[in-house]
């Protein structure tokens, strides 16, 4: 990568360190790239699955001869509540089908649905946000038409897969922070090993009438210009692994459907944060070992 | 005016022996001074205190006014802006041209580069540099080295000028030239210090001259010779 040229009056640049310090940002930048866009498909996993899941509940009304009458009536005294929005019969058709497919091609051949004593089920839709309190009133309303009634909410087994998205999402948040992190001890350490290094250097600035600042300001143009080159580095490769899997394995459902203008933000984001990341740190670092010399 | 004075200055390297003891001293703004005493008496560590590269351990320094010990890093860079020094070794960073070490000391006042340009070559033509302005240190001579020494030392037109063995790496024409134009300096307006153990250089130029003596390295500086040395020759100029 060519920059514009700069003058360092530190030997900053005669060091064979230099392109070992790119290679390792660039591969925590990699690591942190590819666990930024993992956070963003299990918090899709999870919202997928919550607003599926979420706002559903079905009731099951075992079979009986008056089932669908008490069907009917339990959806004609669900709907004027509060926290339900929809509530609906699921067609006998529906239901079959779903059996029939489990039983297998077999099945079909041997057994007649409409012979089978299957209950009969009613989808609801609730409001966003209902509660505990909301779930209590409903079944209330289900005892008192039918004591067989039961009310299966599905966040009951939806909330395995949710917490198992929410440990994809922390695990893959942790590795960002702590990549984050690394990077900017990797820097610390850098700079701070590069002050001593140089320290002749710096005294003969000094002395010809260098301050703080002149010299902090060579070092942290050297190190956001190795941050920048690791980053960049990072990040391309990390979007080519991305594209590649996207080629073999399909990435389009796993990810929210972004456009190639947000997936350019997003990859620009890990470069802004590591420069901003540099900057700071290296302003910290060498006011306080400059400081010190 | 004195531009340094010292009052009962000691200096040891950390838990070793007192290198400087009691040294009290004036020099005036606008004299040429010789430092003299043997190897090892403590010349290049005094040149330390003067260029604000050591503090005293004892004692007070008072350069241009200011004492050494209470300055602000603020106040210690302006202060440095206004001291040249010529090491003994030179100190060149070897991977910047002549030019760009020459330049050290203006770009670190922020001078903008169309200015440095013109006064650095000014400098170099002047020091007889001019054709080796891109030339790295290292594959130049001794003798051209000290020049590129000495043109970063003066090229903020210090009114302090600091010079340790200069004629210590060149032959002998050289140092003779090179201390005449310490002498031009020094009618410009420059106070300069000189540390020698060269005594002929001494008997050449006659100058007054701080004499460090001590029989044995690392004992106390003999300050009553330091003081009869100061009003003795100095009193002749
Ligand atoms: N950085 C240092 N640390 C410890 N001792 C030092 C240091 N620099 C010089 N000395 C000691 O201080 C004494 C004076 O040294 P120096 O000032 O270089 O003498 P001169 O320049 O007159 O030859 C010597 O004994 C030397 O060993
Ligand atoms: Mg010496």
């Known amino acids: 990568m060519n920059f514009p040229e700069y003058k360092y009056d530190l030997s900053l640049e005669h060091d064979g360190s230099n392109r070992f310090i790119v290679w390792i940002i660039g591969c925590l930048v990699f690591i942190a790239t590819l666990s930024m866009f993992s956070a963003l498909a299990s918090q899709k996993m999870i919202s997928d699955w919550q607003s599926y899941a979420g706002n559903h509940a079905t009731i099951e009304i075992p079979f009986s001869v008056e089932a669908e009458d008490t069907a009917l009536k339990v959806t004609e005294a669900l709907i004027p509540m509060r926290a339900v929005e929809e509530a609906e019969i699921i067609p006998n058709e529906e239901i079959s089908e779903l059996v029939m497919t489990s039983l297998g091609d077999n099945g079909k051949d041997d057994l007649n649905t409409d012979s089978l004593p299957l209950p009969v089920l009613v989808d609801i839709t609730l409001i966003d946000g209902f509660d505990q309190n909301d779930q209590d009133l409903i079944r209330e309303k289900l005892q008192s038409i039918n004591a067989d009634a039961s009310l299966h909410m599905h966040d009951d087994w939806a909330g395995d897969v949710l917490s198992y998205g929410e440990m994809l999402y922390v695990g893959a948040l942790t590795l960002l922070i702590l990549m984050t992190a690394m990077t900017a001890l990797t820097l610390v350490w850098v700079l701070m090993s590069r002050v001593n290094i140089h320290r002749d250097e710096i005294e003969i600035l000094n002395i010809v009438g260098a301050d703080d600042g002149y010299i902090a300001r060579q070092f942290q143009h050297f190190a956001l210009r190795r941050t920048f080159v690791g980053t960049v580095a990072g990040v391309i490769s990390a979007g080519l692994v991305m594209a590649l899997i996207d080629w073999q394995l399909g990435l389009s459902d796993l990810l929210p459907d972004f456009s190639f203008g947000e997936i350019i933000g997003w990859l620009a984001m890990p470069v802004a944060l590591c420069i901003f990341i540099a900057y700071v740190t290296a302003r910290l670092t060498l006011r306080r070992t400059l400081a010190s010399l | ?237």
């Open chain 2, 1 to 237: 005016m004195s531009l340094i004075s010292f009052e009962n200055v000691g200096l040891r390297y950390s838990t070793g022996p007192e290198i400087l003891t009691d040294l009290s001293f004036d020099l005036q703004a606008g004299s040429f001074h010789f430092l003299t005493g043997p190897s090892g008496a403590g010349k290049t560590t005094l040149m330390r205190l003067l260029y604000l590269g050591q503090k005293p351990t004892r004692g007070q320094i008072k350069i241009m006014g200011r004492d050494v010990l209470a300055l602000s890093s603020r106040q210690m860079t302006q202060l440095r802006r206004q001291i040249g020094i010529v090491f003994q070794d030179f100190r060149l960073l070897n991977h910047l041209s002549a030019f760009d070490n020459v330049a050290l000391p203006l770009r670190a006042t922020g001078m903008n580069e169309a200015k440095i340009d013109k006064t650095v070559k000014e400098l170099l033509d002047w020091v007889g540099l001019g054709q080796s302005m891109h030339a790295l240190p290292k594959t130049l001579s001794g003798g051209e080295q000290q020049r590129i020494a000495i043109a970063r030392a003066i090229i903020n037109r210090p009114k302090l000028l600091l010079a340790d063995e200069p004629t210590g790496n060149v032959d002998k024409t050289i140092g003779i030239k090179l201390l005449r134009l310490f002498d031009e300096l020094n009618r410009l307006g420059t106070t300069v210090v000189i540390a020698t153990h060269d005594q002929s250089i001494l008997e050449k130029f006659d100058r007054p001259v701080l004499r460090l003596e001590n029989g044995h390295v690392r004992q106390s500086v003999d300050l009553s010779g330091l003081k009869s040395s100061i009003s003795s020759v100095g009193g002749k100029s």
